[in-house]
C-alpha cells in the first residue's frame, strides 16, 4: 500500500473568507458565499486512488484502516480534518454529545479541536462562560441579544491549540484560519446568529450546553496537542528526514500546515492531508516543514 492524498471539498459558508492562500490558493469557482470550510475527509472526498475516501474504506478495510478501528456512526470515516477561514463571526454555538446525537440526530455526537495557523490582531475566539451560569440567566440573555457577552472570548495566535469538548458553547471569530480536527459530525446548534436568517436550536442547545468556564488555550506537552477518546493530535516540525512506521492497529492522518517536503516519493505542501494506511510500515517525511499527525487511540 502506499499513502494516499486526500482530495478538499469547498464548503461555502456567510462568514467565509475570500482569500484562502497559502494553503489553497487556486480554489474552485464559487457560487454564492464565499468558502468558509475546506473539508479533508468527508466520505465523499476523492483519494488518489481514483476513488471517494468511503469506497476506499469498502475496498481495502483493514489494511487501510487497522485492526482497531472500525468505521464510525453510519460507516463513517471516524475523523472529519476542515480548515476554516473566517472574514466574520461564526454562531455561538454548541455541539451534542454522543448519547444525545445518537437518540435525536441519527449521527455521532462532535467533540472537536482547533488548531490555529492564521490569527489577525484582535481575532477572538469564544470557549465556554465567564463564570457558572443558571439556565435562566442564559435564557434571559438570549432574549434581550446578550449571550455574547456571558461567554469568554480569548486573544488567538498562530500555534495556539483549542479542545473544545461536546457540550461546549463556543464560537470562532473574524480574521482566523484554523485547522479543526473532529469527531465525523456535521451536527451544530446555533444558540445566537448575529441576526442572520438562519435558523436557531435554542430547546435543542439547551438540554445539552454546559454553562461554566473552558480552560482556554492547551497547554501542550511536547508534540502531542490533544489525546481524547476520539482522536490524538501531535504537531510534528521537521528539518530534513522524519523516520516512523504506521501502525497496524490504525491509520494516520497527515496534515500539513506549513513548509513543503515529501513523504516517500510524493511531495507534500501546506493545505494537504494524507492519509497513511495501517498496513504501510515504514515511511518517511523529508523537507522543511510542520505537520500534523492524527490518528485514534
Same mark, same amino acid.
Given at each position: ?6 482530495? #478538499? =471539498? ?14 489553497? #490558493? ?42 482497531? /478501528? =472500525? ?8 475523523? $472529519?480534518? =476542515? ?10 454555538? *454548541? ?11 441519527? %449521527?455521532?455526537?462532535?467533540? !472537536?479541536?482547533?488548531? *490555529? ?17 443558571? /439556565?435562566? !440567566? ?28 461536546? =457540550? ?32 436557531? @436550536?435554542?430547546?435543542? %442547545?439547551?438540554? *445539552? ?33 522524519? !523516520? ?7 491509520? @494516520? $492522518?497527515?496534515? *500539513? ?8 516519493? @510524493? %511531495? ?6 494524507? $492519509?497513511? #494506511? ?6 518517511? /517525511? ?12
Amino acid at each position: 500500500m502506499t499513502p494516499v492524498r486526500l482530495e #478538499p =471539498k469547498f464548503v461555502e459558508r456567510t462568514w467565509g473568507a475570500a482569500d484562502l492562500s497559502p494553503w489553497f #490558493p487556486a480554489p474552485p469557482p464559487r457560487q454564492k458565499e464565499p468558502f468558509g470550510e475546506v473539508w479533508m475527509t468527508s466520505d465523499a472526498c476523492g483519494t488518489s486512488e481514483g476513488l471517494p475516501l468511503r469506497e476506499l474504506m469498502d475496498r481495502d478495510g483493514t489494511a487501510l484502516l487497522g485492526h482497531k /478501528v =472500525k468505521p464510525a456512526f453510519g460507516g463513517r470515516f471516524p475523523i $472529519l480534518v =476542515k480548515f476554516l477561514f473566517t472574514s466574520g463571526k461564526l454562531s455561538l454555538q *454548541v455541539h451534542p454529545d454522543d448519547a444525545y446525537a445518537e437518540i435525536h440526530e441519527k %449521527s455521532p455526537g462532535k467533540t !472537536e479541536m482547533w488548531y *490555529v495557523l492564521r490569527a489577525d490582531p484582535g481575532a477572538t475566539i469564544a470557549a465556554g462562560f465567564t463564570r457558572q451560569f443558571e /439556565v435562566a !440567566e442564559v435564557r434571559a440573555a438570549l432574549a434581550d441579544k446578550s449571550l455574547e457577552t456571558l461567554v469568554r472570548w480569548w486573544p488567538a495566535q498562530a500555534g495556539e491549540t483549542y479542545f473544545t469538548p461536546a =457540550k461546549t458553547v463556543h464560537a470562532v471569530g473574524a480574521g482566523l484560519v484554523i485547522c479543526e480536527i473532529q469527531q465525523n459530525s456535521d451536527v451544530t446548534y446555533r444558540l445566537w446568529d448575529y441576526d442572520r436568517p438562519r435558523p436557531l @436550536h435554542i430547546e435543542e %442547545s439547551m438540554a *445539552v450546553a454546559e454553562l461554566g468556564p473552558h480552560p482556554g488555550p492547551v497547554d501542550a506537552d511536547g508534540n502531542r496537542l490533544v489525546e481524547c477518546p476520539y482522536f490524538v493530535t501531535e504537531r510534528h516540525s521537521i528539518e530534513g528526514r522524519f !523516520e516512523t512506521a504506521s501502525d497496524p492497529d490504525r491509520f @494516520h $492522518l497527515l496534515i *500539513v500546515t506549513e513548509g513543503a517536503g515529501a513523504i516517500g516519493d @510524493h %511531495s507534500l505542501r501546506a493545505g494537504d492531508c494524507w $492519509l497513511v #494506511p495501517a498496513a504501510l510500515g515504514g515511511y518517511a /517525511v523529508t523537507g522543511e516543514l510542520t505537520l500534523l499527525r492524527v490518528y485514534l487511540p
